[in-house]
């Protein structure tokens, strides 16, 4: 249960060596974007890294040359994901979520908080964390992609009917 044999301790560290340094150099190739805040397509793939990183490290079932070759995969399949939705629209809607107007000039989007399943605490919290006092001080209230909180102040905002292009619909 606590030891079996130094045989698997030394593969168990090999392999965890090997592993971490091909993870580097994937972390490396793939780019900062690979670490920027996340989408839920990218939180998907890198748990999915994770998980075969450990699985290559631990499993005595699991060689090298499959664990190097699934890691491989995932970062080929998450530059092939990545390039695919920046070139084009539809399939760019298909892997990542739209902003959501949260709020707009003080008032709170009942409808968008109920569809994205935000509460008004959550709402007041990022408004606070914003470094307003009041609702009313938001002029816009934004659920970006990544899950965060963007708050605009009202006097940031452009005079009423003039359309903003950094606000969505």
């Known amino acids: 249960m606590f030891f079996d044999d130094w045989t698997s301790i030394g593969r168990t560290l090999l392999t965890g060596v090997f592993a971490y340094v091909l993870l580097v150099a994937l972390l490396r190739v793939s780019g900062k974007r690979t670490l920027a805040k996340m989408n839920a397509f990218d939180l998907v793939v890198t748990i999915a890294i994770g998980s075969t990183l450990s699985a290559t490290i631990v499993s005595k079932s699991t060689p090298l040359a499959d664990g190097v070759a699934t890691l491989g995969l995932l970062a080929a399949l998450q530059f092939v994901v ?45 408004i606070r964390g914003g470094g307003l006092a009041r609702l009313e001080d938001a002029g816009a209230v934004v659920l970006e992609t990544d899950g965060s909180f963007s708050v605009i102040r009202t006097d940031a905002l452009p005079p009423s009917g003039t359309r903003s292009s950094v606000l969505p619909d």
């Open 82 to 126: 990545a390039w695919g939705a920046l070139r084009v629209r539809w399939f760019e809607r298909l892997v990542k979520s739209e902003p959501t107007l949260l709020v707009y000039r003080g008032a709170i989007r009942d409808e968008a908080l109920r569809h994205q399943r935000v509460s008004r605490e959550e709402i007041m919290a990022a």
